[in-house]
């Protein structure tokens, strides 16, 4: 796992980046509690993004989020936003959608020439989150799934339910994200997010890394996908000071569960360079199954590549513009035909049985990294405590020495003070003695 090695160069820096990212974040997020409670984008006639579906009935416990702002507010992404759309009418699931750049303007540089509007995703989610948490907690959507725009459903008849930590096991309750990871390491592209405080200082330290870490961002390819792996992987993230390294609230899933890509391999051997950098051709158009483009890189199925009755497919990494929509038009015209190999409910049985197995193991490592930081804690308390002890020690030897020296100046000073008396009797006496003595001569003294 690749680890770049940076460190806080002082407490003072770590205490300074803690307070610019509190008052950053504090002001993001009243800015898009107070804009929620104006109006939705699409009420304010700012965006051309289509309306949702108002569910009314049996609205779950879940929602999705997006943001389709700048060069994503197109007649593709609208497509793939009512793939969505289908999806959360036969769930139940609200589904958020920004159409309008909040913060990029703040915090990303136009020289890059990279679609703006990155930061507004967890700016976004962090107001949305925060909202949640400020109702009872009985009203409280649960968990939130992050959708990239350029995300289709390819089977609606997915819950998003069946990939969810199970609740009766409460090892699990400490998970709050569950993210996936291809060649590139994480990918924030789908995400679920649990509401909660934890999300919450998650989602504040993403917005805030081009403040605390702005020597990184102009190194990093991904943006808000980078502060992501830095701040859940990098041995130096502020997370990673915890006992636990923060290593049971977050669990990397498989891609195909909700974030599959359209190729096997993001670059053609065989042919050269970047696949999403090109037009689709009918050799690239994937059919979903063991069948693959020839790459040249031998065929074998990639862990990310799309299949028959997957729920998601996600176009990243695809050029905006005509070369992502000639990949999104021919998935999307899939999708509306709405074709049983596609979209079947059987899949959702498949993943039961998955995911099950998958939290059992991931239960397993949950409770162990647990233990092990419980382990590491009992460490550190033994040796704070024994740091304790030994200033408490050192200190009882400096006070025990200072009384010695305060004990022996105190026996100087008396013993001065003795000699100084016993020199001024002395004086005295001889005072006296010379008195008589010429008294005496005055007295004996024969008149003339």
């Known amino acids: 796992m690749h680890r770049p090695t940076m460190r806080w160069s002082s407490p003072r820096i770590l205490v300074l980046a803690v307070v610019a990212l509190t008052s950053f974040t504090s002001f993001i997020g009243l800015y898009y509690a107070y804009s929620r409670q104006m109006s939705l984008p699409w009420e304010a006639g700012g965006s051309n993004l289509p309306t949702p579906p108002q569910i009314t009935d049996r609205v779950s416990k879940i929602a999705k989020v997006s943001v389709a702002a700048n060069r994503l507010d197109n007649d593709m992404i609208h497509r793939a936003l009512r793939s969505h759309y289908a999806q959360n009418a036969l769930h139940g699931y609200q589904h958020f959608t ?14 890059d020439k990279r679609p703006r509007g990155a930061w507004t995703k967890p700016a976004f989610l962090l107001s949305l989150v925060v909202a949640e948490l400020e109702k009872p907690e009985e009203e409280r959507l649960e968990w939130m799934f992050w959708f990239d725009a350029d995300t289709i459903v390819t089977n609606p008849s997915t819950p998003l339910e069946v990939f969810l930590p199970p609740a009766s096991d409460p090892s699990l309750s400490h998970v709050h994200i569950l993210i996936a990871s291809n060649w590139d390491g994480l990918n924030s592209g789908a995400f679920a997010l649990r509401v909660h405080p934890w999300t919450v200082a998650l989602l504040s330290a993403v917005l805030a890394y081009p403040i605390y870490r702005a020597e990184r961002v102009e190194k990093d390819r991904f943006r808000d996908q980078s502060a992501f792996q830095y701040l859940l992987q990098d041995g130096d ?21 909700f974030n599959s890509l359209p190729v096997n391999n993001a670059f053609d051997k065989k042919n050269g360079g970047w696949i999403f950098g090109k037009k689709m051709t009918g050799t690239l158009f994937d059919n979903g199954t063991t069948d693959v483009h020839d790459d040249g890189q031998g065929g074998e199925i990639r862990p990310w590549k799309v299949m028959q009755g997957d729920m998601i497919v996600h176009f990243a990494g695809s050029t905006a513009g005509g070369t992502r929509d000639s990949w999104m038009g021919p998935w999307l015209d899939r999708v509306e035909a709405s074709l049983p190999e596609w979209n079947n409910a059987s899949t959702a049985q498949v993943l039961r049985e998955e995911t099950r197995d998958f939290w059992a193991v ?7 990294v647990l233990a092990e930081g419980a382990r590491i804690e009992a460490i550190w308390a033994a040796e704070k405590k024994q740091k304790e002890e030994e200033a408490r020690k050192k200190a009882e030897e400096e006070e025990r020495k200072k009384a ?7 026996a100087g000073e008396a013993k001065k003070d003795e000699e100084e008396k016993r020199k001024a009797e002395e004086a005295k006496m001889a005072e006296e003695q010379h008195q008589r003595e010429t008294g005496e001569k005055r007295s004996g003294a024969s008149p003339t």
């Open 362 to 368: 991931e239960a397993v490592r949950v409770k162990e």
């Open 237 to 257: 993230s502020p997370l990673a000071k915890s006992a636990t390294k923060s290593k049971e609230h977050w669990s990397i899933v498989p891609m195909r569960w």
């Open 98 to 111: 920004a159409g309008y750049e909040a913060v990029g303007g703040l915090i990303e540089n136009p020289e």
């Open 404 to 410: 010695e020296e305060e004990k022996k100046k105190k």
